[in-house]
RNA sequence: GCCCCCAUCGUCUAGUGGCCCAGGACGCGGCCCUCUCAAGGCCAAAACAGGGGUUCGAGUCCCCUUGGGGGCACCA
C-alpha cells in the first residue's frame, strides 16, 4: 500500500518437477503485489536445462496457479509484448547479450574440459580453498581463442567477476550485503551447447521485461553478488530485490526432502499443490496459509480472502527468518474458509469428491446436506464421511452402537419401537415436528436425550458422530427413516435373543 | 572445508531503545453451550538461544559463541 507505483514483477519457476507450496508463495506474492499496484505480473518459464526439463510439469504449474486464484497479464499462455515467455525460445537473445559482455572485457570463452574443473576443485578442497574457477582461460589471446573456437573445440562463456575488492548488494528485506569478489566464481553464462544458464538468462529477461521487483527464494542469496556484477556490467538499473525465506519441515529442523514429502501424503497432508486439491483442501485457505508463512499484517487478523492480501499485502513486513510448514494451522485456515463458503457453492465444491467415492447424489439433497456439514469438515473429502449416509439407499449400523448408553439390547429395542410410533404419526419428521415428542417420550421413558438419541443416531445414519439428527431425518425423509428404525430394532431383538 | 543468510512461546508471528515482569494465532489443557461430532464463546499454561559490550535504560544497537538454513554444477 505504501507503494503505489505500478510494479513489474515476474514469477519465474523451472518446469523440473511438481508444483511446491514454496513457489507458490513465490507466486503469490508477486501476483499481490502487481494487483495491488496496478501493475503486471509475468509468468515466466525458465526451461534452459533440457536435461531435467519434465514436459508435464509447466502443465501442472499452470494448473496450480490458476487453482489457487492468480492469473498473469502475460506469459506463454497468454502472450504479452516482451514474449516468447520460454527462456528455450529466447537463446539467441542471451547469446547477444553474452557478446555483449565478451566485447566489454567482462567474459571470455573458456575450453576447459568438465573432467580438468573436477580435478581442479578437487585440489582446492585440500587446500581448503574457496571452490572458484582458477582463470585457466581467462587471458588467452583473441588469436588462440578465434582459432580454437574455429576448430570446433567445445567453449562456454564465463563471466570476468573482478579478483579485487568486493561487491555490495540490497536485498529489501536484509540490507545490503557485501562479499568479497575473491569468494566469487567466474560463473558460466552460456553452456556448451550454447543456451544461457540462469545467472545471464534471469537478468538480461529482467531487464528487457522491465521488472521493477525480483521477488524469488533465498536460495538466490548466495549468487545475488553474481547477479549485481552482471546488470553492472551492462549498466542497467537494478530492480529491487527480495529473497523470500525457506520452507522447513514442521520439525523445524531441514528442509523437506523427498522421501519425507511422499511420506506426508499417509496423514492427508502434502507439499505439493495439486495433492492438496485433491486432499480436499480450497484455495482459499491455502493460499490464506501461505501468504502468512513469513508475511503478517499488523492488526493481528489472521483471516484472508485473496482480495484482502491484495489490499494489505506489503513487501516490508516480510520476514527473512525460515518458517517451519504448520499443517494443523492449515487445516485450521481451510476450516475457516469452508465455514464462509455459500451452502451452495461449497454443495458444489463438494461434489467431485462424492462421485470419486462413487456415490450418486441428487443436487437438491446435496444443497440441503451442505449447511450441515459446513462446521463439520476440515476438508472437502471429510464430506464423505460426514455425509455418506445421506446418499446410501441402505445403511449397515454396527449392532453394538445400536445399544443406547447403560441400556441393555432389549431396552433399546423398546425404545426404538415407541420412537418409531411417534414418528410414525407425523406428517413430516423435522425438527419441529419430532424433536419435542421424542424429548417427552425420552423423559417418560427415564432416559436422558442422549441416550434415546444416540439409539436413533446410529439406526438412520448408521454412524455414531453425525450432524444433528432431526436435520438428517428431515433430508433423509420419512419413509427411508422409518424404514432404517425397522431395521434397527430387528437388529437389537436378535441381539436379546441371542443372549 | 569455504562463502552468505537467519535466530521471540512446540509452530506461525507482533515487537524497529523506555508503552513488554513481551501481544496475537494454531495446537494443547480446562470451562460454557450441547442429541453425537464439530462450530462458537471464555479461561489457563507456554518464548526474547548463551556470553560480552553500548546506554540512565536492550527482545529491540554492536561483537563473539552456539544453533539452524542456503550456496559452493556446462541445475534452477
Not at 514436459?55 to 516482451?82: C, F, K, T, Y
Not at 559482455?101 to 576443485?121: G, K, N, P, Q, V
Not at 421424542?438 to 444416540?454: I, K, S, T, V
Request: glycine residues 8%.
Amino acid at each position: 500500500m505504501e507503494n503505489n507505483q505500478p510494479v513489474r514483477v515476474r514469477f519465474a519457476p523451472s518446469p523440473t518437477g511438481r508444483t511446491h507450496l514454496g513457489s507458490g508463495r513465490t507466486a503469490l506474492y508477486n501476483y499481490l503485489l502487481a494487483r495491488q499496484t496496478g501493475g503486471t505480473f509475468i509468468l515466466r518459464i525458465e526451461d534452459t536445462d533440457q536435461k531435467r526439463y519434465v514436459p508435464e510439469a509447466e502443465q501442472e504449474l499452470v494448473h496450480s496457479l490458476r487453482w489457487l486464484g492468480l492469473s498473469w497479464d502475460e506469459g506463454p499462455d497468454v502472450g504479452g509484448p516482451n514474449g516468447p515467455y520460454r527462456q528455450s525460445e529466447r537463446k539467441d537473445i542471451y547469446r547477444q547479450y553474452a557478446e555483449q559482455l565478451i566485447s566489454l572485457d567482462r567474459a571470455y570463452y573458456c575450453f576447459c574440459s568438465t573432467e580438468r574443473l573436477a580435478e581442479m576443485r578437487k585440489g582446492q578442497q585440500v587446500r581448503k580453498e574457496p571452490l572458484v574457477y582458477d582463470g585457466t582461460c581467462r587471458h588467452l589471446s583473441v588469436a588462440e581463442v578465434q582459432r580454437r573456437v574455429m576448430a570446433g573445440e567445445p567453449h562456454v562463456v564465463r563471466f570476468k567477476t573482478p579478483r579485487q575488492g568486493s561487491i555490495t548488494v540490497r536485498d529489501l528485506l536484509r540490507g545490503e550485503i557485501t562479499v568479497e569478489n575473491r569468494y566469487l566464481d567466474d560463473f558460466i553464462l552460456v553452456k556448451s551447447d550454447g543456451l544461457a544458464l540462469y545467472h545471464l538468462a534471469a537478468m538480461v529477461d529482467d531487464h528487457l521485461m522491465g521488472i521493477t521487483h525480483v521477488i524469488r527464494g533465498s536460495e538466490w542469496l548466495s549468487t545475488f553478488p553474481l547477479h549485481g556484477h552482471i546488470i553492472r556490467a551492462f549498466g542497467w538499473t537494478e530492480p529491487i530485490f527480495v529473497h523470500l525465506s525457506v520452507f522447513l519441515k514442521p520439525s523445524g529442523k531441514g528442509k523437506m526432502s523427498k522421501r519425507e514429502s511422499a511420506q506426508l501424503i499417509q496423514d492427508g497432508h502434502s507439499v505439493f499443490l495439486t495433492d492438496l486439491e485433491q486432499l480436499g483442501y480450497i484455495p482459499e485457505g491455502v493460499a490464506n496459509w501461505i501468504a502468512l508463512m513469513g508475511w503478517s499484517y499488523d492488526d493481528h487478523t489472521e483471516y484472508f480472502c485473496l482480495q484482502d492480501l491484495v489490499d494489505k499485502f506489503s513487501l516490508q513486513k516480510l520476514n527473512p527468518s525460515p518458517a517451519a510448514i504448520n499443517f494443523t494451522k492449515l487445516d485450521y485456515f481451510n476450516g475457516l474458509h469452508i465455514r464462509t463458503l455459500a451452502a451452495e457453492d461449497l454443495a458444489e465444491r463438494v461434489r467431485p469428491f462424492f462421485d470419486a467415492g462413487g456415490y450418486v447424489v441428487d443436487s437438491d439433497k446435496l444443497r440441503q446436506v451442505a449447511p450441515l456439514i459446513q462446521p463439520r469438515i476440515t476438508t472437502l473429502d471429510d464430506a464423505l464421511d460426514m455425509a455418506g449416509f445421506f446418499f446410501k439407499d441402505e445403511v449397515q449400523p454396527n449392532p453394538a452402537e445400536l445399544i443406547g448408553k447403560k441400556m441393555t439390547a432389549a431396552q433399546s429395542a423398546h425404545a426404538a419401537r415407541r420412537s418409531y410410533d411417534i414418528l410414525a404419526s407425523l406428517a413430516e419428521i423435522n425438527v419441529e415436528t419430532a424433536e419435542q415428542p421424542l424429548r417427552e417420550l425420552a423423559d417418560g421413558m427415564g432416559l436422558n436425550p442422549g441416550q434415546l438419541f444416540g439409539i436413533l443416531r446410529v439406526a438412520v445414519t448408521g454412524q455414531s458422530v453425525s450432524p444433528p439428527l432431526f436435520e438428517s431425518m428431515a433430508v433423509i425423509g420419512k419413509a427411508k427413516v422409518l424404514q432404517r428404525i425397522q431395521d434397527a430394532i430387528a437388529a437389537l431383538d436378535a441381539m436379546d435373543s441371542a443372549g
